[in-house]
T-cell receptor
Framework: QKEVEQNSGPLSVPEGAIASLNCTYS??????FFWYRQYSGKSPELIMF????GDKEDGRFTAQLNKASQYVSLLIRDSQPSDSATYLC???????????FGRGTSLIVHP | GAVVSQHPSWVICKSGTSVKIECRSL??????MFWYRQFPKQSLMLMAT?????????EQGVEKDKFLINHASLTLSTLTVTSAHPEDSSFYIC???????????FGPGTRLTVT
């Protein structure tokens, strides 16, 4: 049974700070890693994906992958109140093409 | 690109009736479509996976006779909730995958309320 673990939070950060969201996974064969953002009452929106070890940057977002330690993280720089949402980590590969979703971390960015 | 639509966005129905939800990939051909359910303040629960032209694969605990899935084309999948009951009230979200099966693009969701 593949597992994807996230701290449910809420993670509270002040506006302008760096928010760090973490995710660990159990299947060493996992090959693809995704971060989705979900606003309350809305469906998830894909914001980042990463396949290789290291960092991937897109605007204020940076995804970090460490396959040896089986964790993937999402950094949000210059956090804004509009970033307040639940962030879902999803992990795919390892024999199944269906990604496994974590329970999500609630992020609150306060002015 | 990668736009997925759902219709209706919300629906209220009476207990015992059936409701059909449509999921369409608007600008790409989806190799696989997924149906999720999400209860308030809970995570996504995968209900079933469907590929065009074949029967859907249901997750354990999901009643296939109650949640009928039809994937008629590469751009359309439908979920029919049959004989709906108040406990079926939930947020139903579809997603579609293309290029690689891992990358899913979600529709806006359908909020179902059964009275």
């Amino acid at each position: 049974q593949k597992e994807v673990e996230q701290n449910s939070g809420p993670l509270s950060v002040p506006e302008g700070a760096i928010a760090s969201l973490n995710c660990t996974y159990s299947d060493r064969g996992s090959q693809s890693f995704f971060w989705y953002r979900q606003y309350s009452g809305k469906s998830p929106e894909l914001i980042m994906f990463i396949y290789s070890n290291g960092d991937k940057e897109d605007g204020r977002f940076t995804a970090q992958l460490n396959k040896a330690s089986q964790y993937v993280s999402l950094l949000i720089r210059d956090s804004q109140p509009s970033d307040s949402a639940t962030y879902l980590c999803a992990v795919g590969g390892g024999g199944s093409y269906i990604p496994t979703f974590g329970r999500g971390t609630s992020l609150i960015v306060h002015p | 690109g990668a736009v997925v639509s759902q219709h209706p966005s919300w629906v209220i129905c009476k207990s015992g009736t059936s409701v059909k939800i449509e999921c369409r990939s608007l600008d790409f051909q989806a190799t696989t479509m997924f149906w999720y359910r999400q209860f308030p303040k809970q995570s996504l629960m995968l209900m079933a996976t469907s590929n065009e032209g074949s029967k859907a694969t249901y997750e354990q605990g999901v009643e296939k006779d109650k949640f009928l899935i039809n994937h008629a084309s590469l751009t359309l999948s439908t979920l029919t909730v049959t004989s709906a009951h108040p406990e079926d009230s939930s947020f139903y979200i579809c997603s579609a995958a293309y290029l690689s099966d891992y990358e899913q693009y979600f529709g806006p969701g359908t909020r179902l309320t059964v009275t």
